[in-house]
């Protein structure tokens, strides 16, 4: 089974700061490949699939890019609704595998 | 309002079963696969379980094959997970969430673009 990675696994940005996740797929995956944010006691949400495609209602300042193995979530200006949890999924194929998350906090 | 309700959680002992409900509307739920990913406290997400949009194709995690068994009733638009000898290790919050391009284990699915609330599962003597 292709496993996922995510780097970091935590991180801590001030509000109006750039912040970048990463993730690695262990074999390519094409552009199958998701990011979901999960804030504290909520549910998941989709937050860009299709590696860069940005899901209706998420703002314009997360962004996703890569393909292959190497993707990128970035935001472009921390703001404090974005103290979450995120997670990357492929779905090539089963099993639609989810990375460890990374904790984006403020500082 | 597109919605899935998932339901059926509670305490079981180890080695019981249980079985999770989710309830779609809101949208023709025919139309759709569907999944279970599982959260143990404190954990990230696991994916637990696809079923194609007809019932015909599932597919299960090596943690839970031969355990669990997802099925749906289109009729009722209703998602089930049937869950069997449980262990401490199947703990979790369990989402349903839906995907429109599943057809069988060896190609793609779409992102998981609705979610449930979730239903808690605990495990314990």
């Known amino acids: 089974d292709i496993q996922m990675t995510q780097s970091p696994s935590s991180l801590s940005a001030s509000v109006g700061d750039r912040v970048t996740i990463t993730c690695r797929a262990s074999?390519?995956?094409?552009?199958?490949f998701a990011w979901y944010q999960q804030k504290p006691g909520k549910v998941p949400k989709l937050l860009i699939y299709?590696?860069?495609t940005l899901q209706s209602g998420v703002p314009s300042r997360f962004s996703g890019s890569g393909s292959g193995t190497d993707f990128t979530l970035t935001i472009s200006s921390l703001q404090p609704e974005d103290v979450a949890t995120y997670y990357c999924?492929?779905?090539?194929?089963?099993?639609?595998?989810f990375g460890p998350g990374t904790k984006v906090d403020i500082k | 309002e597109v919605q899935l309700v998932e339901s059926g959680g509670g305490l079981v002992q180890p080695g019981g079963s249980l079985r999770l409900s989710c309830a779609a509307s809101?949208?023709?739920?025919?139309?759709?696969?569907m999944h279970w990913v599982r959260q143990a406290p404190g954990k990230g997400l696991e994916y637990v379980s696809a079923?194609?949009?007809?019932?015909?194709?599932?597919y299960y995690a090596n943690s839970v094959k031969g355990r669990f068994t997802i099925s749906r009733d289109n009729s009722k638009n209703t998602l089930y997970l049937q869950m069997g000898s449980l262990r401490a290790e199947d703990m979790a919050v369990y989402y349903c969430?839906?995907?429109?391009?599943?057809?069988?284990?060896?190609?793609?699915?779409?992102?998981?673009?609705?979610w449930g609330q979730g239903t808690m599962v605990t495990v314990s003597s």
């Open positions: 809101g949208f023709t739920f025919s139309d759709y696969a």
């Open positions: 079923i194609s949009s007809n019932g015909d194709s599932t």
């Open positions: 299709a590696a860069s």
């Open positions: 999924q492929k779905y090539n194929s089963a099993p639609f595998t």
């Open positions: 074999q390519g995956i094409s552009n199958y």
């Open positions: 969430a839906r995907d429109p391009y599943y057809h069988d284990s060896s190609g793609p699915s779409g992102a998981f673009d609705i």
